[in-house]
């Protein structure tokens, strides 16, 4: 996972949202609070393409997968549920998670945001857009899984767990291990029509930020970086 770094609330987000806010509080149930956000907010597009674009290398806030506009979704880091009035609208609570299938094969969310729904637990889980060295928590093996690091294991292992970033039934671990064939292919070609070293294309590319499953990579390579 690695860390993202909220922008300043845009201008389009404060004025589609000001009035959809004061309707939050004269919803009198939760199901009529959900609404607002499911059927009166009318621009999560234009907000999911922003987040992408600015924030996210068009990558999930969770699993690091590239996504797109249309196989992705806003997600609410701590779910709405909680607090609806306070966290529905929050620009800080909310990234571009993948739909939990990318490689599952399946039309079912065994990953991320949609995996993760409204169980959460606050001082458990490593929060993506507060935690500014949330890759020092995780670890990779050498058979491509991610794992804990010693800075807190219980928090690394909560996170992991809820957003499924290791379940056996799905394919994560073979797509770091494409991710990471796919670099090397990019390094030696780079290398080879650019005369440059190795290290120094490995140094170039990985500090773009915007690969899939970047965070992996850079473990791979943390020597050298």
């Not at 009166?40 to 992408?52: A, G, P, S, T």
């Not at 957003?163 to 064939?181: G, I, K, T």
Request: charged share 30%.
């Amino acid at each position: 996972m690695r860390y993202i770094e909220k922008s300043e609330i845009p201008q389009f987000f404060i004025d589609d949202t000001t009035p959809l806010k004061e309707s939050l509080k004269l919803a009198l149930t939760s199901k009529d609070k959900s609404k607002v956000w499911d059927d009166d907010y009318l621009q999560k597009r234009v907000l999911k393409e922003y987040l992408l674009e600015n924030e996210q290398n068009y990558l999930c806030g969770y699993c690091e997968a590239k996504v797109t506009l249309d196989n992705s979704h806003v997600e609410h880091i701590k779910p709405k549920s909680i607090d609806h009035d306070n966290l529905t609208f929050d620009y800080h609570n909310l990234l571009v998670s993948c739909n939990g299938i990318c490689f599952s094969g399946s039309n079912k969310p065994i990953t991320c945001g949609h995996r993760k729904a409204n169980k959460f637990d606050e001082n458990k889980f490593l929060n993506p857009a507060k935690q500014v060295n949330i890759r020092d928590y995780f670890i990779y093996t050498n058979n491509f899984y991610i794992g804990s690091s010693v800075l807190d294991e219980e928090k690394s292992k909560y996170t992991m767990d809820l957003l499924e970033l290791n379940s056996f039934n799905n394919s994560l671990p073979q797509a770091r291990e494409d991710a990471y064939n796919e670099f090397i292919k990019s390094v030696k070609s780079n290398a080879q029509k650019t005369g440059r070293d190795i290290i120094e294309i490995v140094k170039i590319i990985l500090n773009r930020e915007d690969l899939a499953f970047i965070s992996f990579l850079r473990f791979k390579y943390k020597g050298i970086l």
